[in-house]
T-cell receptor
Framework: DAGVIQSPRHEVTEMGQEVTLRCKPISGHNSLFWYRQTMMRGLELLIYFNNNVPIDDSGMPEDRFSAKMPNASFSTLKIQPSEPRDSAVYFC??????????FGPGTRLTVL | GDSVTQMEGPVTLSEEAFLTINCTYTATGYPSLFWYVQYPGEGLQLLLKATKADDKGSNKGFEATYRKETTSFHLEKGSVQVSDSAVYFCAPSGTGRRALTFGSGTRLQVQP
């Protein structure tokens, strides 16, 4: 398996623009997570899905953030409008039945 | 929900020194326990795991023993190398928010 796939790997955008991050979990995994990592806050859980259904989105910082999982093999995290303080590395991760979590390589987002 | 507490970093050691990073868990049952490692510029990856009490996980010279009596899963390595410089995260299995909250981990810096 190719592991968790994220795109793009790097994104530079201007404040106010819409940003969409994409994730393909490992085939057969039933849980998917979106994390944000910064030096100040460490690795924060934003939202997670079980069987494509959002279970806990209490970590989503604001209404500007939204996540979808239309099927078992694809998820998106959207920021609209983006702000400089959203600059971070965003990780997608997946697991099966709550065991080992597999992380993607991350998307480094810079909002100017 | 299940959760862990690990020591704050950074930990700075000289090459060939002995390493211990403390991790204690709080759980209603006996979850699997994991240590993840994040090398610079990469996502988290599994370092080792233990699935039940008294199990010892080991990989790349690192070891951790799942101790029920002290609810601990401390990470140890007898002789660290500069290439071990990374951030280390302790985590239990499970899909609850507390189990999935990785936080800042423990940063290890090994000096030549």
């Amino acid at each position: 398996d190719a592991g968790v796939i994220q795109s793009p790997r790097h994104e530079v955008t201007e404040m106010g623009q819409e940003v969409t991050l994409r994730c393909k979990p490992i085939s057969g995994h039933n849980s998917l997570f979106w994390y944000r990592q910064t030096m100040m806050r460490g690795l924060e859980l934003l939202i997670y899905f079980n069987n494509n259904v959002p279970i806990d989105d209490s970590g989503m910082p604001e209404d500007r953030f939204s996540a979808k999982m239309p099927n078992a093999s694809f998820s998106t995290l959207k920021i609209q409008p983006s702000e400089p303080r959203d600059s971070a590395v965003y990780f997608c991760a997946s697991t099966l039945a709550g065991q080992e979590v597999f992380f993607g390589p991350g998307t480094r987002l810079t909002v100017l | 929900g299940d959760s862990v507490t690990q020591m704050e970093g950074p930990v700075t050691l000289s090459e060939e020194a002995f390493l211990t990073i403390n991790c204690t868990y709080t759980a209603t049952g006996y979850p699997s326990l994991f240590w993840y490692v994040q090398y610079p510029g990469e996502g988290l990856q599994l370092l080792l795991k233990a699935t039940k009490a008294d199990d010892k996980g080991s990989n790349k010279g690192f070891e951790a023993t799942y101790r029920k009596e002290t609810t601990s899963f401390h990470l140890e390595k007898g002789s660290v190398q500069v290439s071990d410089s990374a951030v280390y995260f302790c985590a239990p299995s499970g899909t609850g928010r507390r189990a999935l909250t990785f936080g800042s981990g423990t940063r290890l810096q090994v000096q030549p």
